[in-house]
């Protein structure tokens, strides 16, 4: 079983992603975090970011070392990676990575920006994970104050609609809901609130896959 869950910055996607994963024995990959890897490297190496060369050499290269830096999830790199998803070259290379991992035995679930649309258009269920950007803004500000990190909310906010601005706009695999992804607004939902719409809309979709499914054909459970 496959699960794809696209959805702007602090939308809950990945908490959402973490905890349907363990729920359904599936394996998670949080595609945002190869980008954010190789914005990482790039800033690492004090390379320009909009050096597509460089960028998508990064991304062809990507090590265990990248991929566990502590750095990943800091404002920085989130902002660099915003601007080196939009590189056509960047996705090509880690496009076959994601579509590998999501196909393994068994399935898994997989969270970004364009897993629906682009990497799995075929995910048994699909899901685009939503909240207002003062929403958004105001879990990054906790999340980073909760990490003893200081935290400018105004400033917060503005990165957030300017990287939201920067994945709606990008030439290639902008970010967008699958025209079959049931939309999930977690403005006003509670993790365990939004973990529990969110298993409802998986559980009614397999169960409709499983019923158009040919006799002969085996369950993807």
Same mark, same amino acid.
């Not at 363990?22 to 490297?41: N, Q």
């Not at 991304?59 to 990248?66: F, G, H, K, W």
């Given at each position: ?34 980008? !954010? @890897?190789?914005?990482? *490297?790039?800033?690492?190496?004090? &390379? #320009? ?8 050499? $990064? ?80 879990? !990054? @500000?906790?999340?980073? *104050?909760?990490?003893?990190?200081? &935290? #400018? ?8 609609? $300017? ?59």
């Amino acid at each position: 079983m496959i699960i794809a869950i696209d959805g702007p910055a602090s939308s809950g996607k990945g908490t959402l992603a973490r905890k349907l994963a363990l729920h359904y024995g599936l394996p998670h990959l949080d595609t945002g975090s190869l980008y !954010r @890897a190789v914005a990482r *490297r790039l800033l690492k190496d004090g &390379a #320009d970011l909009h050096d597509t060369v460089m960028a998508e050499d $990064a991304a062809r290269s990507l090590t265990e070392a990248d991929l566990s830096d502590p750095r990943l999830r800091d404002e920085e790199t989130g902002e660099a990676a915003s601007i080196v998803s939009a590189m056509p070259g960047v996705r090509a290379a880690l496009l076959e990575y994601q579509r590998t991992f999501a196909h393994q035995s068994g399935g898994a679930v997989l969270d970004g920006r364009d897993v629906g649309t682009v990497i799995c258009p075929e995910a048994d269920a699909k899901l685009f994970v939503t909240a207002a950007a003062a929403v958004r803004a105001k879990r !990054r @500000a906790d999340e980073l *104050r909760a990490r003893g990190e200081t &935290a #400018d909310d105004r400033r917060i906010l503005e990165d957030i609609e $300017a990287r939201d601005r920067r994945d709606a706009e990008r030439a290639v695999a902008p970010l967008r809901p699958a025209a079959d992804a049931h939309l999930l607004d977690t403005s006003n939902l509670s993790i365990e609130a939004a973990f529990e719409a969110a298993k409802a809309v998986i559980e009614s979709a397999v169960h409709q896959s499983a019923a158009e499914r040919p006799p002969d054909k085996p369950a993807g459970l």
